[in-house]
């Protein structure tokens, strides 16, 4: 049986016994039925009454039509003012969560070159978070609901009753569940992360509506008797439980055989008896080559690449755009790619709704990349020398020449002599073609702090793509030392990414100045065209002009068109034109 069809096949169960239940909490029904005159017997039996936070505007009885559309409004009011109310606190209370979950931790990565890299990892496990404080976070207005009618009836369900919830459950089930399978692109596959974790959460939710129905019309047919809610309220954890043994994959690992090879070139597992995950691959089990510490250190190359492909995006849709500006504007876009919890999603919606913005702010963002170096929770202590990059990416013009990259160290005895290794390694550029490959050994004498590594990138005259090579640190060692065991360590960035931008352009063509005012009495006016983003060859623009709100063909100016033209590693063309009278807009 496919993975395809079993998964269809949990959905539709999950569908029944959906169904089942809202026919339980919906048995009344028959009760709206209308008599024979078109009467609705159940309205005779309804009497307004006061609210749990609204009382009841009297008189109730014997009010003109008016009276009753300004009560309408007044309620209608109050009850916008008391949902925004519960925004707002689910708001707070969804960010508060997702700070918690979103709290990190950095961790060692020994690499395959023997190296140490520092990267975060998230303390809170994701199906954990997701099962236990994202549920109840983002379940907060309909529990709240759900709590406010219940006390204020006396624990008897009211006209909301659980079907607060089941609602709730009924909209994740059809709604987003048929968008995200409406959303996909024709042509293209999208597989389930965990699968093994859909599997034990898609039994539990069928057994939790079976579990209800049995409750609520077998056992006490219509009372929930205590017993019966603490036995509900143990399956939670028991169902967080089993969902995150399926994440670890801890049977998998105890009992299941490990033996698989792995393609390192490649990158994909050619046997396992392992589960699979969302990209095709099988999930890493201990004895084979594949570790949890390789899959660290993939994800980590992963983001890298992740950021230089950003990189060219963006420089092909602002072919103009400062290599700073270029560098933030790329880092702001990773972050937003992140994988996004259903709080940010929940939040993000609540904030749009109440005016307050967009979640993923750059000024927050920006302040959080401009974070130092030294300002970075020191793993090691400050008993450890630490040799990095500073910073680890570096983006140039192809035309740059020679330029220089940091190599810092913080922490330890900083009297210490200590040497690193440093050599550059092929990206898309090539050694000798792109760039001039280099290495050697950078020494750090008493007190020195940072050393300066010269690159040289090689300029051309040839179109080509942005391309990138690196830098590797190596073979750590102390020179010279007044500790007896000192402690050096090579921590990330290790490697810095050098990406350059290809300058072989014939250029983009634009007017210094987006709009330019002249006195109607003036006969002459300049224009200046500027060619930037590259000045390869000689290249002829034509140009023309258009009406706006002044007419042409004399009645408010003269209509101009020719052709400029730029020679070969010009990036400026002034335009002067005299119009006997009449001025040119």
Partial sequence: MSYNFFTILLIMARVIAEILI?????????????????????????????????PLWQPKDNITTLQRAIRAIVYFLSLM???????????????????????????????????????????????????????????APEILLSIIEICGTNFEAGELGPGTIVGSA?????????????????????????????????????????????????????????????LTFLFFPVTVLTAYIADIKLFQKKFLSKKYKASRKARYIVKNDGDLEANGKFANSEGGSITSEESLEEDFEKTRMEYIETIKHIRKRNPNIDPRELEELAQIEVLNKGPKSRAFYRIQTTRKLTGSGNVVNKAQIEKKLAIKQEEVKDVYGPEVQQIYF?????????????????????????????????????????????YEPTNGTLVFRSHEQHKQIILTVKDDDIFEEDEHFNVRLSNLRVIRSNEENPICKIVD????????????????????????????????????????????????????????????NGKDYLNVSGTIEFQDGQTEYVYFKFNSGFPLS
């Avoid at 809202?22 to 307004?48: R, Y």
């Avoid at 940091?406 to 290794?421: C, F, I, M, Q, Y």
């Fill in 170 to 230: 009924a909209f994740n089930l059809f709604v987003i569940i048929g968008l995200c399978i409406v959303v996909i692109p024709v042509g293209e596959v999208r597989r389930v992360k965990h699968f093994g974790v859909f599997v034990v959460t898609a039994v539990w939710s069928i057994f939790a509506y079976l579990w209800l129905y049995f409750i609520i019309s077998v056992t006490s047919k219509g009372v929930v008797e205590f017993w019966e809610a603490l």
């Fill in 81 to 139: 003012y008391l949902f925004l109310g519960v925004s707002i606190i689910a708001d707070r209370f969804m960010a508060a969560i997702e700070v918690i979950t979103s709290q990190e931790k950095e961790v060692r990565l020994k690499t395959k070159s023997g190296e140490i890299q520092v990267i975060t990892v998230r303390i809170w496990n994701e199906t954990v978070s997701n099962l236990t404080l994202m549920a109840l976070g983002s379940s």
């Fill in 493 to 552: 960035p290790s490697v810095a990414t050098i990406m350059v931008l290809d300058d072989d352009h014939c250029g983009i063509f634009h007017f210094n100045e987006e709009s330019v005012e002249i006195s109607e009495s003036c006969d002459n006016a300049v224009f200046t065209v500027v060619r930037s983003s590259g000045a390869r060859g000689c290249v002829r623009v034509p140009f023309k002009t258009l009406d706006g709100t002044a007419r042409g």
């Fill in 390 to 434: 500073n910073p680890g990416h570096y983006t140039v013009m192809e035309n740059v020449g020679s330029f220089m990259v940091t190599v810092s160290r913080k922490g330890g005895d900083l009297r210490n002599e200590v040497a690193v290794d440093y050599a550059t390694e092929d990206g898309t550029a090539i050694a000798h073609e792109d």
């Fill in 22 to 54: 809202f026919l339980l909490f919906t048995h009344d029904i028959n009760a709206l039925a209308l008599e024979a005159d078109g009467s609705c017997p159940s309205l005779a039996n309804i009497s307004c009454k006061d609210g749990i936070l609204l």
